[in-house]
Nanobody, 121 residues
Framework: QAQLEESGGGLVQPGGSLRLSCAAS????????MGWYRQAPGKQRELVGMITSSGSTVYADSVKGRFTISRDNAKNTVYLQMNSLKPEDTAVYYC???????????????WGPGTQVTVSS
């Protein structure tokens, strides 16, 4: 089995920064796209951004210019650097990955348990 685990969430003041990490572990043959989603109370889960294995990125309009996604393929880890945080960025942030456990399986969609980010003064 494979699993994802996020870290780095917490409480930060408006205008501050946080860096989230997500490490994939367990039985891993290959990972294609890795990404971050978030879900605020009473709202649907939404895409924050994603990164391919070659480093191409896509961001939601609401975070462009403030958030940066990167990954370390050797460590099966994806990062989310969040700068100029706003109260509306408050949400549970979830890591997502398309992961292949061995050469015979298809890519399956995996989720981490989530980490809380709260932006408040």
């Amino acid at each position: 089995q494979a699993q994802l685990e996020e870290s780095g969430g917490g409480l930060v003041q408006p205008g501050g920064s946080l860096r989230l990490s997500c490490a994939a572990s367990g039985s891993i043959f290959s990972i294609n796209v890795m990404g971050w989603y978030r879900q605020a109370p009473g709202k649907q889960r939404e895409l924050v951004g994603m990164i391919t294995s070659s480093g191409s990125t896509v961001y939601a309009d609401s975070v462009k210019g403030r958030f940066t996604i990167s990954r370390d393929n050797a460590k099966n880890t994806v990062y989310l650097q969040m700068n100029s945080l706003k109260p509306e960025d408050t949400a549970v942030y979830y890591c997502n990955a398309g992961l292949k456990r061995n050469r015979y399986t298809n890519f399956d969609n995996y989720w981490g348990p989530g980490t809380q980010v709260t932006v408040s003064s």
